[in-house]
């Protein structure tokens, strides 16, 4: 029996991905579906696809195009999710501070460099006309990493998914002083080019088995509820989560959407070099 890795973050983004993994759909066909939870986010998961510890993984779109840029050996296969993601601004409830304004020198915490948390804070300087080369991060690892160093007053700056994050500004842990869009989809699916060549036609099959099942997924009456009982979430806040979301449910991968990403960063400065669509995405 072959297995076929996949690597996602501990969110609800990726419940689609975990209930078509357990239905183990390519069994006949040799192939064993294995899901793995990587709390560190999409540096975490960049390096994962450049090692070979997994074949398949969806991350932050900015953070893989510029690690592919960069020498990632794998491809986008399609969109995860078709709609931004809103990342909540933390500090600390501890911190005295309570706005944006107050922060410009303050730290950011950071999952890993290149990761989604590292390259949102230079959208974000860029919007609030800070100067990106002054900014300063400590890496924290994740989410747990980040509750561990607000237990200390002193202002640091943390960007995360803003509803995984909810719990915690609800429970006085985490203190939310703005938010962010990025400004394109805001997950891909990507492969490694190696798992690509032995299982291309498999690999297609599992992404258009996910497409289905998001399609039937929005339609349960229960939906609301399942998604907040597996996450831990109020249902409130799933339903202004829904509302603000869209998963992807063709193989569609706009030019425009991908080259934008591509644009931004080099005009952040956080590429040096361009690259064609063909040199990102994978022609399925």
């Known amino acids: 029996m072959q297995k076929i890795r996949i690597t996602g973050v501990p969110e609800h983004f990726n419940f689609p991905w975990i209930k078509v993994i357990e239905q183990q759909p390519f069994l006949k066909d040799g192939i064993e579906l294995e899901w793995i939870e990587e709390s560190r986010g999409s540096g975490a998961m960049n390096k994962a696809l450049r090692v070979g510890s997994t074949d398949i ?101 943390f960007l995360w998914e803003k509803y995984t994050t909810k719990p915690l500004v609800d429970a006085g842990q985490f203190k939310r002083v703005g938010e962010i869009p990025t400004p394109w989809p805001c997950f891909v699916i990507v492969a490694t080019e190696n798992v690509l060549a032995k299982h291309s ?43 603000q979301t869209q998963w992807a449910n063709n193989n569609e991968i706009p030019e425009s959407v991908l080259m934008d990403t591509v644009h931004t960063l080099q005009r952040l400065d956080l590429i040096k070099n361009t690259v064609s669509l063909e040199n990102i995405k994978f022609g399925l």
């Not at 986008?76 to 309570?98: D, E, K, T, Y």
């Not at 948390?117 to 800070?130: I, K, P, V, Y």
């Not at 497409?211 to 349960?220: F, G, I, L, N």
């Open 201 to 243: 036609s498999i690999i297609e099959k599992l992404r258009d088995l996910v497409y289905a099942y998001v399609k039937e997924m929005v339609k349960h009456t229960d939906f609301v509820k399942i998604i907040a009982q597996n996450y831990g979430l109020e249902e409130v806040d799933v339903k202004e989560w829904l509302q």
């Open 57 to 157: 993984a969806l991350v932050l779109t900015e953070s893989f195009i510029k690690d592919r840029i960069e020498g990632n050996p794998s491809r986008v296969i399609g969109f995860h999710i078709a709609s931004p993601l809103i990342w909540g601004i933390h500090i600390s409830a501890r911190s005295p501070q309570s706005s944006l304004t107050e922060l410009e020198d303050a730290p950011f915490l950071i999952s890993r460099y290149g990761s989604g948390s590292h390259l949102m804070a230079f959208l974000l300087a860029q919007r609030e006309g800070w100067a990106s080369d002054k900014l300063k991060f400590e890496v924290i690892d994740n989410l747990d990493g980040a509750k561990k160093a607000f237990e200390n007053p002193e202002p640091k700056m």
